[in-house]
């Protein structure tokens, strides 16, 4: 027999059983990771008394025990509740006309620029979960799509929110209008994760992964230098960690225990979970020669964390001190260096476009003479660069509607 | 009979295209002979391997996410690389201009000898062509492309683009496996600078 693969095979060993997640994921586990699982489910089981005190709840913990509780992880049951109060959504909501959801939605259906981008994701959302999948589920996660998509023109539709906004239907009991609250209380202007990591080429994501890059740098030096002498870049590894907050790498009922925290505490959140991540398996990832088998080693431990206690103590616990201002003046000097970039690269493109739409001119260059035609270049470059707020899919993706 | 992993020649191999153009379904059909209607779309990248032993080839495949925006993450996958495909839909205009776009940048800010080709996926649904395949061939011949009308839902010509590709990397190097296992056959030095640019 000739041997196809590489023999990597997924460090966890036994006969499986495929079980059915809170969330509606199917999941393969080993004996082992089913009793994780029901520890962890037991536990968030017991908490329920001390949340349901609190009438349902209908009031969140106070402010010094708010904290301590969301780390625990928040009931199941409670936790579209919850989150609209701690992500800020239900403070933005109340903040806008009461029909202001149902009114974007009508303006993304008529007037989005984005409609054939999100139609294009939207069966490619979580096809294995049998509610998103279904007609009521695409239809629910369209209409949040295209309104967030005409509430923040300057973002529009990302690749990466698809998935945001499918797990926020799934946990938040396939409401709608909470899921696009809880949405826009995240990607908003003053919202919880930083800004552009959607918009103007995922500048702010690009800014994220440096500091974190930072953060390992320091937090995990031996794992930093292995990385290095691949030439393994951050982003290769967690470019989805940040775009999708885990919920694509993560077993669902962990990613879900991993925004707990994030709404109640924010974005350091993501770097804890992910330095942990990386600690967790730091001996398994050394053992990788090449950035590729780094990545896939880390995607199969990543996708059988069920173990959502043990990755939140070690976030929590096993990464010692991390203020937010350190990692507040990390984004601070990375920003800088990626706006430089940023500016580099739109300069090329806008420079190359005026070049291709002068050739596309004919003959204009005998007309012009030298110093002319390189004047018209410049002056069409000049617009170029002048640009408006909002993005298109002319400038991020392949134009709209064209199979309309 | 195991082949022996230090005679097999490894190649960094890239895929780039429009989104929804077909690059994940292309490898996953390629590398796993499966195909799903709805493939997750894919967010940073996808790494898969895939061994050739009639032509002696590990390919070591990086698929990347397709909207613009993402654009800015490309060349951290594309540095490097021994090969590129470059996928796009006959059915969408747009994504053939978008697969122009990348196989230019490719040729500026690639790997001199890189070998690319070019996939017009989605021949499965020729009656809504957009893009004719004269016009593509034209292209690619013009720009020294491999160029093959692939349909990863029919199984058409996947195989034979990666074959192609397969039989034209260097054989010089086949004999001389790298110390680290390296990814890619190419004459950059193994060390790059630690932080490579954005863009």
Redesign the interface.
């Known amino acids: 027999m000739l041997r196809l693969s590489d023999g990597h095979s997924p460090s966890a060993a036994g006969p499986t059983s495929t079980v059915v997640d809170e969330y509606g994921f199917e999941i393969s586990c080993t004996p082992e990771q089913l009793a994780v699982r029901q520890q962890c489910a037991d536990k968030a089981h017991q908490l329920v008394g001390k949340w349901g005190k609190l009438g349902g709840p209908k009031e969140l913990p106070k402010p010094d025990k708010l904290k301590k509780y969301c780390r625990k992880g928040v009931p199941p049951q409670f936790r579209g509740w919850v989150w609209l109060q701690t992500s800020g959504a239900a403070a933005r909501k109340a903040g806008q006309m009461a029909n202001y959801y149902e009114a974007m939605v009508h303006m993304g259906e008529a007037t989005s620029d984005w409609e054939h981008q999100i139609e294009l994701d939207l069966p490619r959302t979580f096809p294995a979960n049998q509610w998103i999948s279904s007609e009521e589920g695409q239809t629910a996660l369209r209409r949040v799509l295209l309104a967030f998509s005409v509430h923040k023109p300057q973002v529009g539709y990302c690749q990466g929110m698809n998935y945001i906004g499918a797990m926020l239907l799934l946990v938040m009991d396939r409401g709608e209008e909470d899921a696009f609250w809880v949405l826009v209380s995240l990607i908003d202007d003053g919202g919880i994760l930083y800004r552009d990591m959607y918009a103007n080429n995922l500048a702010g994501t690009h800014v994220e992964l440096r500091s974190l890059d930072e953060l390992v740098t320091s937090k995990l030096p031996k794992l930093h230098a292995h990385l290095q002498a691949l030439n393994c870049d951050i982003s290769i590894i967690a470019t989805d960690w940040f775009l999708c907050i885990f919920c694509t790498t993560l077993p669902s009922e962990t990613a879900a225990r991993v925004w707990d925290a994030l709404f109640s505490e924010g974005p350091k959140i993501i770097f804890r979970v992910a330095l942990a991540l990386l600690k967790m398996h730091e001996e398994a990832l050394l053992a990788q020669d090449n950035p590729g088998y780094v990545l896939r080693e880390l995607r199969t431990v990543v996708s059988q964390m069920h173990d959502r206690d043990r990755l939140m103590k070690v976030a929590f616990d096993g990464i010692g001190s991390m203020p937010m201002a350190k990692i507040d003046n990390f984004r601070e000097r990375k920003q800088e260096v990626v706006d430089v970039e940023m500016r580099r690269r739109e300069s090329r493109q806008a420079l190359q476009a005026a070049i291709k739409e002068s050739h596309s001119e004919g003959n204009e260059f005998t007309a012009l003479g030298m110093s002319g035609f390189a004047e018209k270049i410049r002056s069409s470059y000049k617009a170029r660069l002048g640009g408006s707020g909002a993005a298109t899919p002319e400038q991020n993706g392949s134009p709209a509607k064209q199979r309309a | 009979?195991?082949?022996d992993?230090g005679t097999l020649q490894q190649a960094k191999l890239v895929l780039l295209g429009?989104?929804?153009a077909g690059k994940s379904s292309l490898v996953l059909r390629f590398v796993k002979g499966q195909f799903?209607?709805?493939?997750?779309?894919t967010?940073?990248?996808a790494?898969l391997?895939?061994?050739m032993?009639e032509q002696n080839v590990?390919f070591?495949i990086?698929d990347t996410?397709?909207?613009?925006?993402?654009?800015?993450?490309a060349p951290?996958?594309y540095r490097?690389a021994a090969a590129a495909v470059v996928v796009y839909d006959i059915?969408?205009?747009?994504?053939f201009t978008?697969a122009k776009t990348w196989a230019k940048e490719l040729q500026r800010q690639g790997n001199p000898n890189m070998i690319m080709a070019l996939a017009g996926n989605k021949a499965d649904l020729a009656d809504t062509r957009a893009v004719t395949t004269e016009e593509a061939q034209a292209y690619a011949d013009e720009n020294g492309l491999f160029f093959w009308e692939t349909s990863a839902k029919a199984n058409l010509n996947v195989s034979e683009v990666f074959t192609d590709i397969a039989k034209k990397l260097p054989r010089a190097q086949a004999a001389q496996p790298q110390a680290?296992?390296?990814?890619t056959l190419t004459q950059e030095p193994?060390?790059?600078p630690?932080?490579?640019?954005?863009?």
Not at chain 2, 36 to 41: L, V
Not at chain 2, 65 to 73: D, N, T, V
């Open positions: 009979m195991m082949l992993q429009d989104m929804g799903f209607d709805y493939q997750e779309s967010i940073g990248a790494f391997t895939k061994t032993p590990k070591e990086w996410a397709g909207q613009e925006r993402y654009h800015s993450l951290m996958y490097g059915t969408n205009a747009e994504s978008k680290t296992g390296g990814i193994p060390q790059r630690k932080k490579a640019g954005c863009c």
